[in-house]
C-alpha cells in the first residue's frame, strides 16, 4: 500500500504562482510513476501532469504545458507541481496519484491517491 498525503493548496490571484506537495509513504519502491490530476466542479477529473519515479519521464496535459513543472525528490518521497501563470480555470481539487504498473502512457492506471488540495484562481 502507498499512502499520499497532498498539501500547499489555496487562494490566489490569477498570474500568480502555487506549489503543490506530495508526500508518498508505505511501499514507495512499488511506485513506477506519480501524477497529479483535478476536478473542477460539475466537470471529470483530468490529467495534468506526471513523472516517472526516475524522473526520466515528464508528461503534460496541453492545457497546462509551459506553465506547470512537475518534479521530484526521492529522498523525500515527494512529488511537486509547481504551478505559474495560474488561471481563473486552473481552479479544482488536485489530487495526486501513485502507478505501479508501466505503461506505455503516463496518464491511465492509476493506483492509489490522495484526498485533494483546492486550488482558487481568483480574477
Known amino acids: 500500500q502507498v499512502q499520499l498525503v497532498e498539501t500547499g493548496g489555496g487562494l490566489v490571484q490569477a498570474g500568480g504562482s502555487l506549489r503543490l506537495s506530495c508526500a508518498a509513504s508505505?511501499?514507495?519502491?512499488?511506485?513506477?510513476?506519480m501524477g497529479w490530476f483535478r476536478q473542477a466542479p460539475g466537470k471529470e477529473r483530468e490529467f495534468v501532469a506526471a513523472i516517472t519515479w526516475s524522473g526520466a519521464t515528464t508528461d503534460y496535459a496541453d492545457s497546462v504545458k509551459g506553465r506547470f513543472t512537475i518534479s521530484r525528490d526521492n529522498a523525500k518521497n515527494t512529488v511537486y507541481l509547481q504551478m505559474n501563470s495560474l488561471k481563473s480555470e486552473d481552479t479544482a481539487v488536485y489530487y495526486c496519484?501513485?502507478?505501479?504498473?508501466?505503461?506505455?502512457?503516463?496518464?491511465?492506471?492509476?493506483?492509489?491517491w490522495g484526498q485533494g488540495t483546492q486550488v482558487t484562481v481568483s480574477s
Open positions: 508505505g511501499h514507495t519502491f512499488s511506485i513506477y510513476a
Open positions: 496519484a501513485a502507478k505501479y504498473s508501466r505503461t506505455y502512457s503516463l496518464r491511465p492506471d492509476y493506483n492509489y
